[in-house]
Structure formats: C-alpha cells, structure tokens
C-alpha cells in the first residue's frame, strides 16, 4: 500500500521568510498527490494536487509543490510566509485507480512576527 | 452554497453508550468518507463508501458502525466497543467512485469520552 513521511514534525518560520514543507511517498506507480491545510479545530482545505503533467504546481494562497520522481517528493513551497499561514499541513497519496488516500503526519507551522 | 456539514461540533460520551456523528453533503458527490484523527497520527480512515447501500472497511473499522441509505448522507455510529473513541472526526466526499479524486472536507465532530 501507498505511504506518505512527513519528517518534520513542527517548524518555526519568520514572518516574510521562505518555506519549505517536506513530504515523501512510497507508490510503485505514478501517484496522485495532494497538500491540504487545517487551522485548529478546522476541516481540511486542498491547497493544491498533482496528477500528471508539469511537475510543478501552483496552488491557492501563493503555495505550490514539485513532483520529483526520481527522489519520491512532494515538498510544498511559499516564497513569503504571512501570519495567516500558521496551522498544520498534510501531505496525501492516492492510487490512480480507486480513493484509497494515504496522509502524512502532519507538519505544524508556527510563524514568529 | 455547496459544502459538507457535520454535527455537533462537540460531543461528549459516557463510557458503554454508542453515539452517532452526522455528515451530510450537498455537492452531489458519489464517495464518501469517515476519519478519525489524533495528535501526530495524521488521518486513519474508518469507513468509506462508493454508492449508496455498499460501504468497506478501512483501517481501523473496529467498534465503528455506518450506513448510506441516501447519497448526501453518511452517519458514524462510534460503538461501545470502540475501547479509546476521544478524538477528532471528519467527514469528507469525492465527486467519483472510480479512480483517486479530490476530497473535500467538513469541519469534523470531537468527541469526548468521560
């Protein structure tokens, strides 16, 4: 079955810096890969997927994510973090064929102002 | 406006009784979904459903009930015998039964268990 690491557990950024959201995969075919994001308390919100195509993708709130076959990632990128995007995000892999959704940990993001 | 409801918001529980969270949804979509969720244990999936009248088991399907007798409805019945039910549900829906799709998500029930 498809599986989904996401090795940070919680990360710290400052406000206006850069980020990165790690998230490796284990699928034997091409996956369907996903980003969602849940403030506390909160459902899940999709921020962006990827299917097929270009291997980068853009996503609502400036996000976007590369696919990178050859090291099995998914990481999930934003060149300017606001206050706002302080919550937790998770990283999902789905089979091409069937909603069998595999989901990460978890990343929590703290912003300091 | 479209989107999936869930209720109550919080619910409490005595030790040995059942309990039924309630997921409905307006999109017109054909799968859907039950989660629970733990601190740092991402999601685990309980129960899913492709059409009305079938559902299948997740992972973690034991002392969980549920039934679609309806395509916008999907209730969780969280059983006595669930041993450790304090923890935070959600339910989402998909636009297809076939092949991996989006799934959107409502803003989940958190039970306690006193």
């Known amino acids: 079955a498809q599986s989904v690491t996401q090795p940070d557990i919680h990360i710290t950024v400052s406000e206006g810096a850069s980020l990165e959201l790690r998230c490796n995969y284990s699928y034997g075919a091409t996956p369907y890969l996903f980003w969602y994001v849940q403030s506390p308390g909160q459902g899940l919100q999709l921020l962006l997927k990827y299917f097929s195509g270009d291997t980068l993708v853009q996503g609502i709130k400036g996000f976007e994510a590369e696919f990178k076959r050859s090291q099995s990632s998914f990481n999930l990128r934003k060149p300017s973090v606001h206050w706002s995007d302080a919550a937790e995000y998770f990283c999902?892999?789905?089979?091409?064929?069937?909603?069998?959704?595999?989901f990460g940990a978890g990343t929590r993001l703290t912003v300091k102002p | 406006d479209g989107g999936i409801t869930q209720s109550p918001k919080y619910l409490f529980r005595k030790e040995g009784q059942n309990v039924t969270l309630s997921c409905e949804q307006n999109?017109?979509?054909?799968?859907m979904y039950w989660y629970r969720q733990d601190p740092g244990q991402g999601l685990r999936l309980i129960y899913y459903s492709q059409i009305v009248n079938d559902f299948q088991k997740g992972d973690i399907a034991e002392g969980y009930s549920v039934s679609r007798e309806k395509k916008e409805s999907f209730p969780l019945t969280v059983t006595s015998a669930q041993k450790n039910p304090t923890a935070f549900y959600l339910c989402a829906s998909s636009p297809s039964s076939m092949g991996a799709d989006t799934q959107y998500f409502g803003p989940g029930t958190r039970l306690t268990v006193l």
């Open positions: 999902a892999v789905a089979k091409y064929n069937n909603n069998d959704m595999r």
């Open positions: 999109l017109n979509h054909d799968a």
